[in-house]
């Protein structure tokens, strides 16, 4: 069972970035998936979260309107659109799968750095 994100780097402030994250071991469909970002000193906070059925989708206040997730079941992936990035997006980024019988998978992170 593996999560692997890849997509992250370096972006100037109002570009955009898109994370994926590939699941590997299970069927990603069946699970609640979700972005986390963590910088140094902080706690892991939830950027974007989608639920295995229906598909309902929740942002926090701080990336509404600029941030997506979208998830693609064919090919056992979910990403994370990211619009008009800001320097206080720099994070590692952190894609997690939650199944109703409680498996809980994190991948390894993805450092994305907003600078000019």
Known sequence: VQLVESGGGLVQPGGSLRLSCKASGFTLSTY??????????????LVAGIASVGGATVYPDSVKGRFTIFRDNVKNMVYL???????????????????????????QGTQVTVSS
């Open 32 to 45: 609640d998936m979700s972005w986390y970002r963590q910088v140094p000193g902080k706690e892991r906070e």
């Open 81 to 107: 659109q990211m619009n008009r990035l800001k320097s206080e997006d720099t994070a590692v980024y952190y894609c997690r799968a939650r199944g109703v019988t409680g498996a809980d998978y994190w991948g």
